[in-house]
């Protein structure tokens, strides 16, 4: 699957596979996403970000299968992606969802017409000479990732797409990222 680009539906199906180790990051990303703003979450799961969320939020879970009422079903590596606009998000999160995405670029350019600003975890990926990109490279197909971007290559991504990040926080290997639209004058 990885290969060929596509998602996982049947593993993603199990929710065995949602691990609720994951909690503590949720938390931690819900912190960093602005009250009273309608919040969209890709990858939603267990939906335990809704339970963290300051409650001026409006909560809307997507998935790529059903995740309770009013689930918005999505496949970021499906193209065309959807229109949000009778959504109306302001914030999108992504918690360990990133690191599936076989284009991030292409899903950072459709945020940038929908949404402004993006929280998200990433698992990211760090130079350490041949063996340590290489062992990287073992764990990361292990886990299924269909990408490796560094911490200042997310960055540099989020960036040409019209997104400025606002702050950097750690969860165990993991970054926290919180990005802001900027204004179209002053990415040129």
Request: glycine fraction near 8%; hydrophobic fraction near 40%; charged fraction near 20%.
């Amino acid at each position: 699957l990885r290969t060929m680009g596509w998602s996982d539906y049947k593993r993603w199906a199990d929710t065995h596979n949602l691990e609720e180790w994951w909690e503590s990051r949720t938390k931690q990303l819900a912190r960093m996403i602005p009250a009273g703003t309608s919040v969209i979450e890709f990858g939603a799961g267990r939906r335990r970000l809704q339970a963290f969320l300051d409650p001026s939020c409006a909560y809307i879970a997507s998935d790529l299968v059903e995740r309770g009422p009013g689930t918005f079903l999505c496949d970021l590596n499906c193209r065309p992606l959807p229109d949000l606009q009778h959504l109306a998000p302001q914030v999108a999160v992504f918690a360990g969802v990133l690191e599936y995405v076989r284009d991030v670029p292409a899903v950072v350019e459709w945020l940038a017409a929908h949404v402004r600003c993006c929280v998200a975890s990433y698992a990211v990926a760090h130079p350490s000479g041949f063996a340590g990109r290489l062992a990287r490279g073992v764990k990361r197909t292990y886990y299924g990732y269909m990408n490796a971007y560094g911490e200042a290559d997310l960055v540099a991504l989020f960036g040409r797409g019209g997104f400025a990040c606002r702050q950097i926080d750690s969860w165990n290997d993991q970054r926290l990222f919180l990005f802001t639209r900027t204004p179209a004058e002053a990415r040129s």
